[in-house]
Nanobody, 123 residues
Framework: VQLQASGGGSVQAGGSLRLSCAASGHSFRSYSLGWFRQAPGQEREFVAYISSSGSSTAYADSVKSRFTISKDNAKYTGYLQMSSLKPEDTGVYYC?????????????????WGQGTQVTVSS
């Protein structure tokens, strides 16, 4: 599966953005989807996860209750709705896909990655 992330931009603290992850290739409904982010000089970290069917989700503590992950299998697209953004949310956001749900918090378990989209939150 090929992934392309989009929707990043620059917003002020407290604002919102919706990221999209467009997929092509193999059946998108067979893949769970994740979002990771990487700030300058930092390691890529887990943000959110959704199972292949969309019935199960998980979030990093730092974004819980502010971010919502979703997946539209018919449109081959995943989303990350981000609200109440903070300056510490700044970074490059990557979507990723895998055919299982094992160890979804660890980036090494994800086999497919999009190219990343920049999110900048100013105070």
């Amino acid at each position: 599966v090929q992934l392309q992330a989009s929707g990043g931009g620059s917003v002020q603290a407290g604002g919102s953005l919706r990221l999209s992850c467009a997929a092509s290739g193999h059946s998108f409904r067979s893949y769970s989807l994740g979002w990771f982010r990487q700030a300058p000089g930092q390691e890529r970290e887990f943000v959110a996860y959704i199972s292949s069917s969309g019935s199960s989700t998980a979030y990093a503590d730092s974004v819980k209750s502010r971010f919502t992950i979703s997946k539209d299998n018919a449109k081959y697209t995943g989303y990350l709705q981000m609200s109440s953004l903070k300056p510490e949310d700044t970074g490059v956001y990557y979507c990723a896909a895998q055919t299982s749900s094992v160890g979804f918090q660890h980036r090494n378990n994800w086999g497919y990655w999009g190219q990343g989209t920049q999110v900048t939150v100013s105070s």
